[in-house]
T-cell receptor, first 117, second 117 residues
């Protein structure tokens, strides 16, 4: 697609429920990232995919968080047993390759605002 | 420790005045440096980037930034601010920062710019 698409744009869920957040990256972008942005904070890294595999998941806060990218394109961030502290904007970004001359950084989606009540 | 710092949480300037937003980084090598802007309810948009070469880089919307190795800074500037520039601005460093095995973007906490008419 023309840009990074994230759905839904807003999600309200009850504490303890399971949620899935979807990210559709720019076509051809091999790298995909998930970030979490809490109110008044900068985005914080969660997980990075290169192709289908999670190359770095060091930012996932605990084992309630999981993400997949089975075909190397669309990714889903899954949160089990949601807690009120999970409320944040979840941002997805994609890029073509990693670093090097001409590297353009990431293209971000508009995010999914998750509210746990 | 490797980090990105934006010392100013909130800045207010009058329309037409000049602007400088501060960013300091701590990183072992010369990093890739970025400035992003985020308008309310929007994703992050890339303003400019620095990899190497000329330390003064030009970006979109009339913004520029200067890399100063001796000061570990990458401050964002604009000669004349427009009301539409009101937004949140994030400095980011691309590299191996924190835990994990992959280079990634690490963001500062952001500076909120308010423009008065």
């Amino acid at each position: 697609g023309a840009g990074v698409s994230q759905t839904p744009s807003n999600k309200v869920t009850e504490k303890g429920k399971y949620v899935e957040l979807r990210c559709d990256p720019i076509s051809g972008h091999t790298a995909l990232y998930w970030y979490r942005q809490s109110l008044g904070q900068g985005p914080e890294f969660l997980i990075y995919f290169q192709g289908t595999g999670a190359a770095d998941d060091s930012g996932l806060p605990n084992d309630r968080f999981f993400a997949v990218r089975p075909e190397g394109s669309v990714s889903t961030l899954k949160i089990q047993r949601t807690e009120r502290g999970d409320s944040a904007v979840y941002l997805c970004a994609s890029s073509f390759g990693q670093g090097g001359e001409g590297y353009d950084g990431y293209t971000f989606g508009s995010g999914t605002r998750l509210t746990v009540v | 420790a490797q980090s990105v710092t934006q010392p100013d949480i909130h800045i207010t300037v009058s329309e037409g005045a000049s602007l400088e937003l501060r960013c300091n980084y701590s990183y072992g090598a010369t990093p890739y440096l970025f400035w992003y802007v985020q308008s309310p309810g929007q994703g992050l948009q890339l303003l400019l980037k620095y990899f190497s070469g000329d330390t003064l880089v030009q970006g979109i919307k009339g913004f520029e930034a200067e890399f100063k190795r001796s000061q570990s800074s990458f401050n964002l500037r604009k000669p004349s601010v427009h009301w539409s520039d009101a937004a949140e601005y994030f400095c980011a460093v691309y590299g191996f920062i924190g835990t994990g095995t992959a280079s990634k973007l690490t963001f500062g906490t952001g500076t909120r710019l308010q423009v008065t008419l």
